[in-house]
DNA sequence: CTGAAAGCGCTTACAG
DNA sequence: CTGAAAGCGCTTACAG
């Protein structure tokens, strides 16, 4: 598989090296017939700059490592959004002509392996799919001076993208009180994650400035714990008019749970959940949401770490939320 | 950021840079005395091999890049199924010690960015996620003579890993049989994906079988068609008693029709999907399927990639289904 | 506008 | 068991 090199192209069109390396990286001063002919050697031969070589003198790789770090759990990589993120990064950072690694960083085996793949310099810089609050590694390669970013909030040390979280679940618990619901309980996500406690936040405020009082339960932002804690808050409040799921595989849990038990949805009880996966417009009935504008949001951090490469350092963003009104509140 | 070098370690070591590089590298011909002080060396400097210097001399990358190949409609990357292979994939493959670049080809400027990617030498190997029958990649890339093997069938070119689509739809087909029905209709995936055509085979074959005739609408994997298809269907045969789909996608798009038009599932009308995507667990009623091992495959293309590696050409494998029986039929 | 030469940071025969 | 030297395939000042 030996595959032709600087110096063949410069034989067969009777130049020097330099000249080719010229051509091929587009230094206008080089006459235009030889040009022409280094072109056309370089087609004969079908000629591709061997990339080690290459990065080694110029110290860029022209590509990106995408961290996705996922708990132990595999809630991150598990969720639905998670493909879509993926998807949408990547095009992005292809287009501005970055290359996508893909590294899951899930155990400390992985995340020390992540460090040596960034420090060997396989990468110009790392966008990190991070939604751990404690996760460690952003400390680990901030402390290594690795331009970076990270698309939910992950850690003082690096700028990141995040939604409202706390004005989208805002949102979504004064819909319910507006439809005259009084007792809206709350079911949580997994406390170490910044935007549950975030959604907490909001659900808290809304709750509090209404005059209601506030009852919680708290799941894992997996669908099973949903419906944990919607039995739960039946039993709590028999009464309760209204339920906001942190995420809408919980709401979804939720829903299960209350007809099993009768009630009617909204009638009963409306639901609300957050986050508008693909699932929340099959559901029975279709499940009123908060959209956080996933695609933007990944858009924007690209944004930011091309931003980082150009210009240095880059302040964080968050990005509103809206609610998708559908019938299940 | 400066890292440290080989010399600057071999000068901290009082060694030479080749007595480095080979503890380094874990050569055993050193002595143990001296194999302490480099190391020590090592962890003082915090001293990281540059990457491409070694690939430079080696040619290898040990990395390996995992493209998924995008129909123009997003069909594969979209589908459920998608993040659960790559990460699959990716920790198997991080396992054996390669890193994965993930690469996004669904257009033909991209494709190219691929096949120049691969031939510049940034990876020792490509594993392909392709369900796209007319798909240029496998043979763009064969030709460039590079290690190779494909995650669905893509072309004769390529070793591949499949299910028995054909197996599946039949277990489907003779289980809706063995329910008693023999107005058994199916709806198809888009007729350019292999996976399509199989699944059309197999519903045929079981369907003749039982001398039962065929009655088919064409989907496109999508829900919406599958609702669409479903409408036709009905229209076409409304005595119609079990549906086979080609996806689970398309038979929840067909479980909506079938509500709506006032047919009892499963009792007026049986349904069965492919692939027990999540969401068929959550549809009313929760959906029987066909269930592809999915972990199983992925891991699979892995270790056929690994093989060739090792041993050169290897052969396709394709893995069996199972019905996962839930209440739509 | 073009070429000769140095050098990027490693590994690997080859001597000793 | 260890070291000096060559070389991997490029880019980039430096001359001319």
Redesign the pocket.
């Known amino acids: 598989m ?9 034989a067969r069109a ?9 051509v ?2 587009g ?5 235009p ?3 022409e002919a280094v072109l056309d050697a370089v087609g004969e031969l079908g ?4 990339a ?3 990065n ?4 860029r790789t022209d590509a990106v490592a995408l961290v996705v770090s996922d708990p132990p759990k595999g809630l991150v990589s598990d969720d639905p959004l998670f493909a879509a993120v993926v998807r949408t990064a990547s095009r992005a950072l292809e287009a501005a002509g970055k290359q996508v690694v893909l590294m899951l960083a899930g155990s400390d085996e992985s995340r020390e392996r992540v460090e040596r793949y960034v420090v060997a310099g396989h990468v110009d810089g790392v966008m990190l799919v991070s939604l751990h609050g404690a996760d460690p590694l952003p400390y680990m390669l901030a402390r290594k001076r690795v331009p970076m970013v990270s698309f939910g909030r992950s850690s003082a040390a690096v700028p990141y993208v995040e939604n409202d979280n706390e004005g989208g679940a805002g949102l979504a618990v004064r819909h319910l009180l507006g439809l005259g619901r009084r007792r809206v309980a709350t079911i949580t996500g997994p406390m170490d994650l910044i935007a549950s406690q975030e959604r907490l936040a909001g659900y808290n405020g809304a709750v509090r400035e209404a005059g209601c009082r506030s009852m919680m339960a708290l799941g894992d932002f997996t669908r099973i714990s949903g419906a944990e804690a919607m039995d739960q808050l039946l039993q709590d409040d028999p009464q309760l008019d209204a339920v906001f799921a942190a995420n809408d595989l919980m709401a979804i849990g939720a829903l299960h749970v209350l007809r099993k038990h009768g009630r009617r949805v909204p009638d009963d009880v409306a639901v609300v959940g957050f986050d508008d996966i693909e699932a929340a417009q099959y559901t029975a009935p279709p499940l009123t949401t908060v959209r956080s504008p996933m695609d933007a949001q990944a858009l924007a951090t690209v944004e930011l770490l091309l931003d980082l490469f150009e210009e240095g350092a880059q302040e964080s963003v968050v990005m509103p939320c809206d609610l998708v009104i559908r019938e299940s509140a």
């Open positions: 030996q595959r032709p090199t600087l110096d063949a192209v410069a009777g130049v020097s090296k330099s000249t080719v390396s010229r091929i990286n230094v206008s001063t080089v006459a017939r030889i040009r000629y591709v700059p061997n080690a070589a290459r080694l003198v110029t110290r």
